[in-house]
C-alpha cells in the first residue's frame, strides 16, 4: 500500500505564497507518477500538476507561470510551489499518487486567498 500525507495549506492575501507538500511511504517503487489537484466549493476536482516518474511536467493553463511542481531526489515527497495566489486559486488541494492497481489520494488541505 501507498499512503500519502499532504502539509503546507493555508490562508494568505491574494499575490503570496504557499508551498505545499505531500510524502508518499509504503510501497512507493509501485508509482508512476503524482499531481496535485484542487476541488473549490461548487466545482469538480481539477488537475492542477503532474510530474511523472521520467520528471515529465504539465500544468493547467490557469497556473502556468505562477505553480511549480517539484520533487525530492527519492521520488517520496512531491512539492507545489504557489507564488501570486489569486482568490480563484482558494480550493482544498489533494495530492495523487497513480500506481498500476489505481489511484491513491491525499486526505487534502485548505488553501484560501482573501483579503
Known amino acids: 500500500q501507498v499512503q500519502l500525507v499532504e502539509s503546507g495549506g493555508g490562508s494568505v492575501q491574494p499575490g503570496g505564497s504557499l508551498r505545499l507538500s505531500c510524502a508518499a511511504s509504503?510501497?512507493?517503487?509501485?508509482?508512476?507518477?503524482m499531481a496535485w489537484y484542487r476541488q473549490a466549493p461548487g466545482k469538480q476536482r481539477e488537475l492542477v500538476a503532474a510530474?511523472?516518474?521520467?520528471?515529465?511536467?504539465n500544468y493547467a493553463d490557469s497556473v502556468k507561470g505562477r505553480f511549480t511542481i517539484s520533487r525530492d531526489d527519492g521520488k517520496t515527497t512531491v512539492y507545489l510551489q504557489m507564488n501570486n495566489l489569486k482568490p480563484e486559486d482558494t480550493a482544498v488541494y489533494y495530492c495523487?499518487?497513480?500506481?498500476?492497481?489505481?489511484?491513491?489520494w491525499g486526505q487534502g488541505t485548505q488553501v484560501t486567498v482573501s483579503s
Open positions: 495523487n499518487a497513480a500506481r498500476s492497481a489505481g489511484l491513491i
Open positions: 509504503g510501497r512507493t517503487s509501485e508509482i508512476a507518477g
Open positions: 510530474i511523472t516518474r521520467d520528471g515529465a511536467i
